[in-house]
């Protein structure tokens, strides 16, 4: 990779996502990175924070939006039709962030900071909006080979580092750690008005062993599952909404955390592959804690409606970001949508006690794209009003 | 002087005998335990500070003592446990009971004293949660009803969770069949001067009928009450009371707190959580059945229930101080599925042994257990958690094969699934030194716990690399095993090489487990009985395993753990308050 190429996108770059009118509209909050023990400070963002969203702290945050993908680092016609639909929806409807649910950079994630799948996959895709994207990885992520096995973890380092990196090509990636909070917008007496968690799910389900043993279950998936734990239980955010790559329920063919690829998994060799201790994680982390859980991997849109293990939690699947699939059993989940074979996302809209969410559809080669689906419901988790002292 | 300032905070504190009158009075029918709450609402009017006892009235009585079957405690706590008896008087009912408990077996020195009521609800069985001031420590307790004393008791409360303790001794028991055989098992626990408790980990009735599962020859010297298998309330509660009448049983529970928990024969043979094997149709609905069995295991058994309106759930745990945690399972009844004999079903990950409630329990305790430091986590339970096979093989989890060609699927491995998230869950915390006590087979086992114990790779049979855990199984006290010695001997010459986890096994001694642990080491000695044909106190030391701190797998020791120094004296057999009053 040569330096002009770098200039030359950066010069192209300003105009649609330049660091000045990023800082205005960027991130409300401070993250904490998770990538450490918990008793380990947060890693520091070495950005200086943002200012919040509301002025005078009069008046706290009334509704924020967002936008959940996943799975579409592919560099191809289709994500970039992806992107200019979602760039159309958020000059119309709005948009505080995007979520990226994971296998950002196909097939196999990136190998340095200065990889080209950044630009590839993400800067130049994304190159017109305007967003900051909190990114979460995926298997593809992690793999060192195009099946995304999921073996070779160490590869989600990159991903991290190019967040702290001050020779990126925009700030919108974000991914201050492996796994994450993040906090935005502010309510009465400076609670957030939404908590995002960040799940790092690759390390707890690959399809192959990592023989790196940072990335076992005892070095990293039961001390990422007590922070996640914590890091919710103390969570004064209005909204609490869980993102992760491999999803809790799916209708595609990678199936429900505990049977996870069910005809697939006889050629893998982790035998965590089927999800069983990843469901527990998702379960003792989230479970009716959570609002809303935002996963990827099956290439399709689903609204999964609650199940009493997760509690009243609403649970997304959006990994038709840049490839498209069909279900497996479309039956296997009860949804209140669901649609396969094509492209597309989701935007949600949270006020303090609804959600709106849209799910929109996009040709992968025509890039024409329409509503498929549109519903609104009450905030699922209510507030427990705190007990008064005797 | 301390004696009255107990006595005085406990009545504040809503303990008083008025206030515990008064409170249990209101309750409804069905078993009730007297519990002191700690926030001053025992329920009915408690005449704050009053410290003296008034003496409930009594009604007229001209019969023999009713303490016909004695007197037990357990479930202890740092500064609780529950003291137990029975009021057998004809024609009675609501039946006032005083205990009183002291530091001393002279009752010189009386730290508590509380009444319950015998009522023909709870089929006149009483249970007092006895408040008491101090934690790990000796107390002597004697009931007073209808102008006499009963047998005096002595129990043991637990060291604090924070408390440092050196030294941890418990007897570890299961499967106690009446007509099998002498509980001689149980007497020799009984003179065991240094025990903290007994853990009892089922089987503690059998719910046949005469000449269904029993030694003839016993049997005819002490037939079955009701005679025949058990299936109502009615039938339950007199199974209960005749093992009661055992002077053995009677003795270990007169001297020793138990924590129990019940197995497949309190209900019928192997037991889920809706049906067992030996349950059929004409025997009514199960759900009947069970619900009669579980009222009267907490009418006879010194139990406390840890959800009063859900007696179901007998799962919970206890602190030894520092040194161990002690998690009590119910893998028959609460969330087990039905038993498969299929290896394929036995592996469906829908199926479940603890249920998600208590699977999720057991792993924030473990998870409690750890982080508060305990140097031990003990699990009480059941089934045999590591597999049996006629041969280990390697397991392949995403092929759902492997582990060898397993024989017993009513034990763990009829549910792959649960033991998987056990074990898995051990392994992903790094938690040291978990122990699984473990009974109903009948026999003695000493194994390694690994995830992969047939694969070379995963665990090595020789040095015990790659055991995450170790589990000892406790014989039973009077339920058969191996017909004979030398059928027990050829199947553990084949076991032992099949089954590389398996370290030591004897098909065919009854006895019991002392568990010995210090912050050092945790052993498990065995005593084996001569025999349990007819009473005997003859035993003998078999074998012993420990596993050392840190080292998550067994190896052999040939001498038993020495006794605690000092232990405090047994209760005495004088019943001088009785003698007195003669």
Redesign the interface.
């Known amino acids: 990779m040569s330096n002009d190429r770098r200039a030359f996108l950066r010069q192209l770059l300003i105009g649609g996502a330049s660091v000045s009118a990023l800082a205005a509209c960027g991130g409300q909050g401070g993250s904490e990175g998770g990538e450490d023990l918990p008793d380990d400070p947060p890693k520091v963002n070495p950005e200086p924070d943002e200012p919040p969203v509301e002025s005078g702290g009069v008046k706290g945050t009334e509704s924020m939006s967002f936008i959940a993908i996943g799975d579409m680092g592919t560099g191809n016609i289709g994500q970039y039709h992806v992107a200019e639909a979602m760039r159309q929806i958020i000059e119309a409807q709005g948009c505080d962030f995007v979520l990226g649910a994971g296998d950002n950079i196909y097939e196999d994630g990136v190998t340095s900071v200065d990889d080209n799948g950044f630009l590839d996959s993400f800067e130049y895709p994304y190159q017109n909006l305007d967003v900051p994207f909190y990114m979460c990885l995926g298997n593809h992520d992690c793999a060192s080979t195009i099946f995304g096995g999921g073996s070779d973890n160490q590869r989600g380092d990159y991903q991290v580092d190019y967040h702290y990196s001050d020779k990126r090509y925009s700030t919108k990636w974000r991914m201050p750690a492996r796994f994450y909070k993040e906090s935005f917008g502010k309510l009465a007496q400076e609670k957030p008005f939404l908590d995002l968690f960040v799940v790092d799910s690759n390390p707890l389900t690959s399809f192959y062993i990592d023989f790196d043993e940072r990335f076992n279950w005892k070095n990293y998936g039961y001390p990422q599952q007590l922070w996640m734990k914590e890091a919710v239980n103390e969570s004064e955010a209005h909204w609490k909404i869980a993102m992760s790559h491999v999803p809790y329920l799916s209708n595609g063919k990678h199936g429900n955390a505990g049977n996870l690829d069910e005809g697939m998994r006889v050629i893998f060799s982790n035998p965590d592959a089927d999800g069983q201790r990843y469901k527990l994680f998702l379960e003792e982390a989230f479970s009716h804690k959570i609002d809303m859980l935002v996963t990827g991997h099956d290439h399709s849109l689903q609204w999964i409606k609650p199940v009493e293990s997760m509690g009243p939690a609403h649970i997304i699947v959006s990994g038709a970001g840049g490839k498209s699939d069909k279900f497996q059993d479309p039956e296997r989940n009860p949804t209140h949508y669901q649609a396969e074979n094509e492209l597309g996302f989701v935007w949600v809209h949270l006020t303090e006690e609804r959600m709106l969410l849209e799910f929109y559809l996009v040709n992968e080669d025509t890039g024409e794209f329409r509503l498929g689906y549109s519903r609104e419901e009450t905030k699922p988790v209510q507030e427990v009003a705190a007990p008064t002292p005797a | 002087m301390k004696r009255r300032d107990f006595l005085v905070k406990s009545s504040a504190a809503g303990v008083s005998l008025v206030a515990l009158s008064a409170c249990n009075g209101a309750g409804s029918g069905g078993e009730e335990v007297v519990t002191a709450t700690s926030d001053g609402n025992a329920g009915g009017s408690g005449l704050a500070g009053t410290s003296g006892l008034a003496k409930p009235a009594m009604p007229e009585w001209g019969g023999p003592s009713p303490f016909q079957h004695s007197v037990a405690s357990g479930d202890p706590l740092a500064r609780q446990v529950i003291l137990w008896t029975r009021i057998t008087a004809e024609g009675l009912d609501e039946v006032p009971v005083i205990v009183r408990v002291s530091r001393d077996p002279e009752f010189s020195d009386v730290v508590y004293e509380g009444v319950g009521y015998a009522r023909s609800q709870a089929d006149y069985t009483v249970k007092i949660d006895a408040m008491l001031p101090e934690a790990n420590t000796t107390w002597f307790y004697q009931f007073e009803s209808l102008g006499y004393f009963s047998a005096i008791g002595r129990t043991k409360t637990t060291a604090h969770g924070d408390q440092s303790v050196e030294h941890l001794r418990l007897a570890v028991m299961a499967c106690a069949n009446y007509s099998y055989g002498y509980f001689n098992a149980y007497r020799k626990v009984a003179f065991r001067r240094d025990l903290d408790a007994v853990l009892f980990l089922g089987d503690y009735i059998y719910e046949y009928g005469p000449g269904e599962y029993g030694d003839p020859e016993v049997e005819a010297l002490r037939p079955l009450d009701p005679p025949h298998g058990i299936v109502t309330l009615s039938d339950y509660r007199r199974r209960y009371a005749l093992n009661r009448t055992d002077q053995d049983l009677q003795e270990c529970h007169r001297q020793h707190p138990f924590i129990c928990v019940w197995d497949d024969h309190e209900f019928a043979d192997n037991t889920w959580s809706d049906g067992a094997a030996n349950h059929n149709e004409g025997e009514g609905d199960f759900s009947d059945r069970k619900r009669a069995a579980v009222q009267a295991y907490y009418e006879w058994m010194p139990i406390r229930p840890v959800l009063p309106d859900r007696q179901v759930r007998i799962y919970r745990s206890f602190e030894f101080g520092q040194l161990a945690s002690l998690m009590m399972l119910d893998t028959r009844l609460i969330g087990r599925d039905q038993q498969t004999d299929s290896p394929v079903t036995a592996r469906d ?1 829908n199926r479940s042994l603890l249920g ?1 409630d208590q699977q ?1 329990w057991l ?1 924030e305790q473990l ?1 409690h257990s750890q982080t508060r430091g305990a140097q031990w986590h003990l699990l009480g339970q059941q089934v045999m958690l590591a597999p049996l096979t006629l041969g280990a093989l390697p ?1 392949t ?3 759902d094969l492997g582990g060898g060609a397993q024989v017993n699927y009513d034990q763990w491995d009829g549910y792959e ?1 649960s033991r ?2 056990l074990l ?2 051990i ?4 938690l040291d030194n978990a122990v699984v006590l473990t009974g109903d087979i009948h026999s003695s086992w000493a194994m390694d716990v690994s995830l992969d114990p047939g694969n070379w790779f995963a665990y090595n049979r020789f040095t015990g690399e790659g055991s995450i855990a170790v589990e000892f199984v406790t014989p039973a006290v009077s339920s058969p095993g191996a017909p004979t010695k030398g059928i027990s001997d050829l199947a553990k010459a084949f076991l032992i090489p099949a089954n590389p986890h398996i370290k030591w096994l004897d098909f065919y001694h009854r006895g019991y487990m002392i568990l010995d642990v210090t912050p050092e080491r945790c052993q498990a000695d065995w005593f084996h009985l001569e025999t349990v044909s007819e009473p005997s106190n003859q035993e003998h030391f078999a074998m012993g395993w420990y596993t050392a701190s840190g080292d998550n797998h067994i190896q052999a020791s040939k001498v038993p753990c020495a006794p605690k120094h000092n232990a405090p004296p047994l209760a005495p057999e004088h019943n001088v308050q009785q003698e007195a009053l003669a």
């Open positions: 990950r998600d999720n792993f998870e397991d989890a995403n092929l699934t998987r998230a898995g869950r392994e992903a915390m790094g």
